[in-house]
């Protein structure tokens, strides 16, 4: 897929048509407000490539090699840039006419192996060859305002790692099998009467009744006497069995299923609380 990438001097003047933007991190050229480039071109939607003019900024996409920018060491900034990156990535930029000159200079390096071109034409040509990534090919005169622009026809380089995908969330446990163990109605929906109930079965291990003696008999399905007896404990310890082995079908491990609200089970509830209420 070829995409379009711009560049200016001014890169409020290249339009937000494009898919990718360069510009340069050194150099008489003027550097960009990093700032600037991010307002006007926020990276997540636009590729941002940094022009090394100096060949100081071997950490940046791209070595410009022009007339007036060949300062240092073309071959060992090859190699510093594929160094930083871990990867054979590096990029010269240059006119069609100085391809010789940059393979010469590049010595060992190979073009399209350790290192790549975006060659410029800038008379509405596109330039094809070994190596090339890129051909800057409209200039100024054929824009008709002050920018440049290339078509970049390797999909290997400068574009944005793809969003990445939030997966969705797991499905919530089946939770039915433990309201039918504290007895409120079965829909599958954690709500608050469900909540309600819960909490009075685990308030009952303490002798502890938030909503009275009698919805907790309820909950334990014995008779709603308001009297916390020998009977209401024996239900108590029941539910507590129903709802252990309810925690087991959900996923949950509440340990042995012995009737007692220990630290396993409490554990388990705790969690399939989490996984379940609405």
Not at 132 to 160: H, K, M, P, Y
Request: hydrophobic share 35%; charged share 25%; with cysteine.
């Amino acid at each position: 897929m070829t995409r379009t990438m711009g560049d200016s001097v001014d890169i409020s003047k290249v339009p937000h048509t494009v898919d990718i933007v360069a510009t340069y991190a050194d150099g008489h050229l003027g550097v960009v407000i990093e700032q600037l480039l991010e307002e006007l071109f926020p990276s997540d939607r636009y590729f941002h490539v940094l022009i090394d003019v100096n060949g100081t900024r071997p950490d940046v996409q791209v070595r410009d090699w022009e007339t007036g920018d060949k300062a240092g060491d073309l071959r060992q900034w090859v190699i510093d840039h594929n160094n930083h990156t871990g990867v054979k990535d590096a990029v010269v930029y240059c006119n069609e006419s100085t391809i010789a000159e940059v393979r010469r200079l590049t010595g060992d390096q190979i073009l399209g192996e350790d290192y790549f071109l975006w060659v410029a034409t800038l008379d509405g040509s596109i330039f094809r060859g070994p190596g090339v990534i890129a051909c800057q090919n409209r200039g100024a005169r054929q824009n008709g305002a002050n920018f440049d622009t290339s078509e970049v026809f390797d999909d290997r380089f400068w574009v944005l790692p793809s969003s990445p995908v939030t997966p969705p969330p797991p499905p919530k446990p089946d939770c039915r099998s433990f309201q039918r163990a504290i007895r409120v109605a079965v829909d599958n929906l954690w709500g608050h009467e469900t909540d309600k109930a819960a909490t009075a079965l685990v308030k009952a291990w303490g002798d502890e009744f938030p909503f009275g003696v009698t919805f907790a008999q309820h909950v334990v399905g014995t008779k709603a006497d308001g009297v916390w007896g020998p009977n209401s404990k024996r239900a108590r310890d029941l539910t507590t069995a129903s709802v252990q082995r309810a925690l087991i079908s959900m996923g949950f491990h509440p340990g042995k299923v012995d009737g007692i609200w220990g630290h396993h089970t409490n554990e388990a509830y705790t969690k399939a609380r989490a996984a379940c209420r609405i």
